[in-house]
């Protein structure tokens, strides 16, 4: 009984970890996708993105792993503005057909570019001291590092939505999600609220890239074997709101590592299927309005 | 509106200029023989991108998980062959196709009541179901492995599949224009014409009285069915069957081929995956790196500033060179 117990908190606080970062990758998928309507497939090459800039300037500068962590929100928010004015802009009102292939091209472009920096192989993360070893709570040993994933993703998380719920800008976004034309007709620069929430969701995505580059590994086929758990916490959570896809990534998470805890010779064969039942159940996800 | 050639308005008879890929494919038999084998692969290929264009392209549904369809064909005719001792080619490809049909009718009736994203999620989702399934179910899949000793008996009992693909290319050749045949035959009836409609505005097609949800299914169906067939033909060709028949980046690589030769166009489907193998067997063994990147580049350009692909910009020439004199 002791045993089991402990294999449930293990597992609870394993898939926690995953969940968050999970969240953490795609929520600006979500606002994307709820705000332009764009299906952007290449969303985890921003994730990806960040994890090579966090390795990169550990292993190859030395940087301090907070410096790093900055580093990798920066870079790819940097780096997303670029190509949404050079790129994304001009496809808002294409079909879904054709965002798709567009995307999908930006997969292959990302695939093969890391490819040749990088090689093929996974990059290893150098953990700080401070972040390594065990974390003790009520009796029980925690692994230092996914504690501090937990924490600081939900303090990302808490001052997001209090970005969302409370401020100028958060109120500005909720309005264009509602409805574009009647937002533009009160005066609001939906084209620049666009670029700068693109910007702040593709910097989460580096941001949780480089911060779970220890969970995820980052190699140049991350994209393309990621993209389906990036699209089921959008699908399954809802687009365009923020607590849907935040209960989807703890359910995936915790149910991924159940999975592989209790069930291995299913691989991940459950998920799908769960994911198949949520979205025939309720198409528009657990937290999405219809459209 | 696009320039499909579809629909009442064009001419159901077979155009002269329509033989020509069939006259193609015969030269090359004779005049390349030492490229068989990736002759077979590309006429297998262009029956798969016919079906994915069946339903992409006339029906405007849009799917990242065509290859569950491909690849179920592919291990039923490989496990048929392999496990269950059948070697009769007709009798492997009619189960796959059958396979083909029965899990797309299964599929299709459930993730075609979806939109959007939701459909888009459902596709990949059943083709992860899928892949994960060849993966784990290593007694009948040869999982990561992949499934070899796929045995294939003489076509009808006369003709052996050779070392030179010789009977293989043939064999492929007579199964492309059956279905090409079948999907040219719906393109251009009431049918083909509902699709177009549906692809263009579902909501004035339900407003005037067509069973829209029903038509997908069945095309949704048939596009299923031609897959597992051409599924089926890459084991017989092949004579083995990896998981890389289920991937993801199969299914993209496909969008890719159509993309190239012209999506909602017949012919697209033939001249994208030409085009797509023949520069891949040149160039991607060379040079890995470049040719994603090239891949991806031209998606890219193709969806900014070419949208018809290979045969639209030809269109788009051809109109140019009759407005002048």
Same mark, same amino acid.
């Given at each position: ?28 998928l ?14 985890g ?11 990169t ?45 567009f ?17 093929t ?65 009160v005066?609001?620069?939906?084209r ?15 941001l ?20 389906v758990y ?22 995936i ?23 198949i039942?949520?979205?025939?159940w309720r ?9 | ?25 015969i ?8 490229? =068989?084998?990736? %002759? /077979?692969?590309? +006429?297998?290929?262009?029956?798969? @991108?016919?079906? #994915?264009? $069946? ?14 369809y ?15 001792g ?27 009541r ?25 007694? =009948?899949?040869? %999982? /990561?492995?992949? +499934?070899?000793?796929?045995?294939? @008996?003489?076509? #009808?009992? $006369? ?9 293989a ?17 719906l393109?251009y ?69 159509l993309? #190239? ?65």
């Open positions: 009984m002791e045993a089991f117990f402990a294999s449930l908190v293990s597992v609870a606080f394993h898939g926690a970890a995953l969940g968050m970062i999970l969240y953490v990758i795609s929520v600006g979500s606002v994307t996708m709820g705000l332009m309507g764009f299906a952007n497939l290449a969303h090459v921003f994730a990806m993105a960040g994890g090579y800039v966090l390795t300037a550990i292993s190859r500068f030395g940087a301090p792993f907070p410096l790093a962590l900055a580093l990798a929100f920066v870079f790819v928010a940097a780096a997303s503005v670029v190509l949404e004015r050079l790129l994304y802009s001009r496809l808002y009102t294409a079909s879904d057909l054709e965002q798709v292939l995307t999908i091209g930006l997969i292959f472009i990302s695939v093969a570019v890391a490819r040749f920096v990088y090689g192989l996974q990059q290893p993360v150098v953990l700080p001291d401070y972040l390594k070893g065990q974390f003790a709570l009520l009796g029980r040993d925690f692994p230092a590092y996914r504690v501090f994933i937990i924490v600081f993703s939900s303090v990302m998380v808490g001052l997001l939505w209090f970005g969302v719920e409370r401020t100028r800008w958060g109120a500005m976004v909720r309005a264009t999600v509602d409805n574009r034309a009647m937002a533009q007709s005066g609001i620069d939906t620049r609220l666009f670029t700068l929430t693109f910007a702040l969701g593709s910097g989460l995505a580096g949780g890239g480089g911060l779970g580059a220890e969970i995820i590994a980052i190699q140049p086929t991350y994209p393309f074997e990621n993209l990036f699209l089921v916490v959008v699908a399954v959570g809802g687009l365009g709101s923020l607590r849907g896809p935040f209960v989807a990534a703890l359910l998470g915790i149910a991924d590592t159940a999975c592989k805890y209790w069930l291995p010779q299913y691989g991940a064969f459950p998920i799908y299927v769960a994911t039942a949520i979205l025939l198409p528009a996800g657990l937290f999405g309005r219809r459209a | 509106m696009s320039a499909h050639a579809g629909g009442y308005s064009a001419d159901p008879r077979i155009r002269w200029i329509e033989s020509l890929p069939w006259i193609v494919a030269a090359a038999f004779f005049a390349l023989p030492e490229y =068989l084998s990736l %002759g /077979a692969r590309i +006429l297998i290929y262009i029956l798969y @991108a016919l079906s #994915l264009d $069946l339903i992409v392209g006339y029906a405007g549904i849009i799917t990242l998980g065509h290859s569950a491909f690849g179920l064909g592919a291990y039923v005719a490989g496990i048929l062959a392999a496990k269950a059948i070697g009769d080619p007709m009798v492997q490809l009619a189960a796959a196709a059958a396979a083909g049909a029965l899990l797309g009718i299964s599929t299709g009736a459930i993730i075609l979806t939109r959007a994203l939701t459909l888009l999620m459902l596709t990949l989702a059943i083709t992860s179901v899928l892949l994960e399934i060849a993966n784990k179910a290593t007694a =009948l899949t040869g %999982g /990561a492995d992949g +499934l070899s000793g796929v045995v294939v @008996a003489p076509v #009808l009992g $006369l003709f052996k599949f050779d070392i030179f693909g010789k009977t290319y043939l064999y492929c050749l007579l199964v492309l224009l059956l279905g090409w045949w079948l999907v040219r035959k393109i009836s009431p049918f083909g014409t509902s699709l177009t409609g549906v692809r263009e505005n579902s909501l004035r097609m339900h407003a005037i009285g067509a069973p829209v949800y029903w038509r997908l299914v069945l095309v949704y169906t048939l596009s299923a069915t031609i897959a597992g067939v051409a599924g089926g033909l890459i084991t017989q060709t092949n004579q083995f069957v990896g998981l890389n028949v289920l991937s993801f980046e199969s299914a993209g690589e496909l969008l890719v081929m993309i #190239l030769g012209g999506v909602g166009r017949i012919y697209g489907a033939f001249v994208g995956p030409v085009v797509y193998l023949i520069a891949q067997d040149l160039l991607a063994k060379q040079f890995p790196e470049y040719w994603y990147f090239g891949i991806g580049t031209m998606l890219v350009l193709v969806v900014m500033f070419a949208r018809g692909g290979i045969l639209g910009i030809l269109d788009g020439m051809l109109a140019n060179l009759r407005r002048k004199p």
